[in-house]
């Protein structure tokens, strides 16, 4: 099915519409890999520690060397995949053949073996790492595969938010299911062995429908492909490396929110039954804030649409920190407003980095897709690195015990997780945020220019 008019020329520009089966096809695509990478940011952390018995401290250098492993690979798997040339396109390919083994590594992951402390330590690093290379994989051509389907900024809007909200949508899965899926088996161990069997026969699915129902329009030839060289003078462009830096420190602070949440349920407010509704929920406001950033967007446009998110997202935190956070009601109704605002953050994410990747086009004469989308990867990746060794640092210098009392120490610490350190990532992203130069009235001035060289069938000048 065609349903994007399609165009030979290199890296064209044109005004390419996208009909809606290709929209829904590609956001359910995020639906399928987001089950995957939910179930990881959100349970990961505690199978370790609570289910396979792996000591805080252990668990800090399995999470630390596996990701640093994976986010290695990052760029080099963006460089490839701009440099992929198949009857399918350069991205789509991804999506056919790394879907299975997807699935397959993300079982592993979330299996118990016997043995030692060393030995179960050793398994878990390989087996995270083969997951984590995997699911690069496919979430990086997945990514770019965006800015290559349409040129048309109302298009690309709609097609970040869908992705958005099915990704978000997957949040409210996870965190909803898995637990009550883990309770039906006879042990944690068995339960989240079966949750995440299912989550990966799901996931394969809605990745092959996205392959199915894409095309790619905009046609980079062989001869036009970036090189090694060319793609590190891109990634410096100014909007790529605020973009960057700005996505690593939001998930930094969402992936340290969400590694402390079980244990601060269960440890500072004894009420480890509300966990899973809490979670639920700021997916469900995570959600609205996806829904109602078109509207923003309207009237800002995408940047001043990211930037109230992150502003909402760093009082949100602010607010935690100051006011007493054992209350239960306090810190559920302040996670909300975290969660609304990181929504309004996350609609925008994608879109604008296709405009930072037609900026770098516009700046240096070539696109940069893969490696662009590979280095937002590859921060995101960074960010759960640091997140999970940073978590698993804290509980153990601050004496956590596990399915023990706590120590206030302890409990300290993981207030920390939650509340403090989010805060101070969030100060940082608002800076950013503020630095952020592309307006949509430039995007589309610079996209103008694109078309008239590409019109006129001249090379685009280097800028640089």
Known sequence: ?????????????????????????????????????????????????DVAGIAPAGVATILLVARMLDTASNPIIGVLADRTRSRWGRFRPYLLFGALPLGLTALATFTVVPGSAVFKEGYAIVSYAAFSICFAAVAIPYSALLATITSDPRDRSSLGALRAGFSFSAGVIVSSVTLPIVNLAANSAAGFHLAIGIFGAVGVILLWTAFASTREAIVVPRAHAPSLRESARALGTAPIVIFTLLFLLTNLSTMLRSAGAMYYFKYNLAR??????????????????????????????????????????????????????????????????????FGLKAATTWPILADCVDYAQWRHGKRVDGIAYGFAIFSQKLSLALGGAIAGWILSWSGYVANAEQTTSAMRGIQGLVAFLPSACMVCAVILALLYPLTD????????????????????????
């Open 441 to 464: 009235a430039r995007v589309e001035a610079l996209n103008a220019e694109l078309k008239r060289h590409q019109r006129d069938s001249r090379d685009l000048p280097d800028r640089s």
């Open 1 to 49: 099915m065609n349903d994007a008019a399609r165009d030979e020329r290199p890296g064209t520009q044109g005004s390419i519409r996208v009909g809606s089966w290709q929209k829904l096809g590609y956001g359910v695509g995020d639906l399928g890999q987001t089950l995957f990478f939910q179930a990881t940011l959100l349970y990961l952390l505690y199978f370790y520690t």
């Open 272 to 341: 480890a039954e509300l966990v899973s509704a809490f979670l639920t929920f700021g997916s469900v406001m995570t959600v609205i804030g996806i829904a109602v950033a078109p509207f923003i967007s309207r009237r800002t446009g995408k940047r001043g649409t990211m930037i109230v998110g992150v502003v909402m997202m760093a009082v949100g935190y602010a607010m935690t920190s100051i006011l007493s956070t054992t209350v239960v009601s306090t810190f559920v109704w302040l996670g909300f407003f975290v969660y609304f605002g």
